[in-house]
Nanobody
Framework: VQLVESGGGLVQTGGSLRLSCAAS????????MGWFRQVPGKEREFVAA????????HYADSVKGRFTISRDNAKNTVYLQMNSLKPEDTAVYYC???????????????WGQGTQVTVYS
């Protein structure tokens, strides 16, 4: 499966952005989907994940209550709504697909190319 992210950009502290990830192929609904982020010199870190049916989600503690992951299997798309953004949210955000769980970067079978999110104060 190929993943293409969009929606990144520059936003002021407290603002919002919505990331989208469009997947190719007919098997999108078979994958657990997630978002990770990475800053230079650091490991890629888990942000959020959503189960195949969309009924179960989980989040990193650092974004809980501010970010919301969702998916539309009919559109082969997963979203990340990011509210109350902080400068420490600045990173390249990656869409990810897994045949199993999504907890760590090592779980991932497919990655998108990444989209930059920059939050300024």
């Amino acid at each position: 499966v190929q993943l293409v992210e969009s929606g990144g950009g520059l936003v002021q502290t407290g603002g919002s952005l919505r990331l989208s990830c469009a997947a190719s192929g007919r098997t999108f609904s078979r994958y657990v989907m997630g978002w990770f982020r990475q800053v230079p010199g650091k490991e890629r870190e888990f942000v959020a994940a959503i189960r195949r049916s969309g009924g179960t989600t989980h989040y990193a503690d650092s974004v809980k209550g501010r970010f919301t992951i969702s998916r539309d299997n009919a559109k082969n798309t997963v979203y990340l709504q990011m509210n109350s953004l902080k400068p420490e949210d600045t990173a390249v955000y990656y869409c990810a697909a897994s045949n199993g769980v999504v907890v760590a970067a090592s779980d991932i079978d497919y990655w998108g190319q990444g989209t930059q999110v920059t939050v300024y104060s």
